[in-house]
């Protein structure tokens, strides 16, 4: 950690240049009242806790929909109508876009934005160390069935696992009109990024299966147009 930061270390750049002893001594007072939260080569929490990222742009259309319910597998019966809705915008019953596709403006918004190189300070991991670990989406309205997004995004909580860590980051995304149209929350598991003895969050109730049969099962089988 010294080696690679040795420049900003041994440098003169950032230095001030206080007139008073009270000037000299409120770095000091500021680091008291406001300890750091920790870290380590991976993770800088300071940094990037609370990032808030550039607003992103993003649009879909009635085909982005209809692939989407095509792929979660909608319309298995073409002669549902009900079913068909959900893939077919001339639908006699209206095309209907599912409520979860908000899933996937909003991740394509982050990945647009790390193939661009914009990252939060503070975080310095490739996504090699990634795992999706949760996902939660709140939709405030109908989703329209096409739609230009502005996304507004920023880094929510950051927990130490032990080993890992794990991000939060929360993404509201808004209509042309500037309505709010749903919000996601993603968790990523960032591996071997963990350790640096921070707070480890909320942790829910362990969910261990029953040692018995199932009360019900079923198969189904992956159709072709997903």
Do not use: C
Not at 178 to 190: A, I, K, Q, T, Y
Not at 200 to 212: L, V
Request: overall charge neutral.
């Amino acid at each position: 950690q010294v080696q690679k930061a040795f420049g900003d270390i041994a440098g003169f750049a950032k230095t001030t240049h206080p007139t008073n002893i009270n000037e000299s001594m409120q770095p000091i007072l500021d680091n008291i009242n406001k300890p750091s939260r920790g870290g380590n080569e991976f993770i800088d929490v300071d940094a990037a806790l609370g990032y808030q990222f550039p607003a992103q742009e993003t649009s879909y259309d009635e085909r982005d929909l209809a692939l989407y319910a095509l792929s979660i597998g909608a319309a298995a019966n073409p002669l549902d109508e009900k079913e068909v809705a959900y893939a077919y915008e001339m639908s006699p019953r209206g095309f209907q876009p599912f409520p979860t596709y908000g899933v996937t403006p909003a991740i394509k918004a982050l990945l647009d934005a790390a193939r661009r190189g914009e990252m939060a300070p503070g975080l310095h991991y490739g996504f090699e160390r990634v795992l999706h670990g949760e996902q939660y989406i709140q939709v405030h309205k109908p989703l329209p069935p096409k739609a230009k997004l502005t996304h507004k995004a920023k880094i929510k909580d950051i927990w130490d696992k032990g080993k890992n860590a794990l991000v939060v980051m929360e993404m509201k995304s808004y209509d042309a009109a500037g309505d709010l149209l749903f919000e996601n929350e993603l968790s990523m598991v960032v591996r071997g990024a963990g350790g640096w003895g921070g707070e480890r969050g909320p942790s829910g109730a362990e969910n261990t299966p029953p040692a018995r049969e199932p009360d019900r099962s079923r198969t189904a089988p992956a159709r072709r147009l997903q």
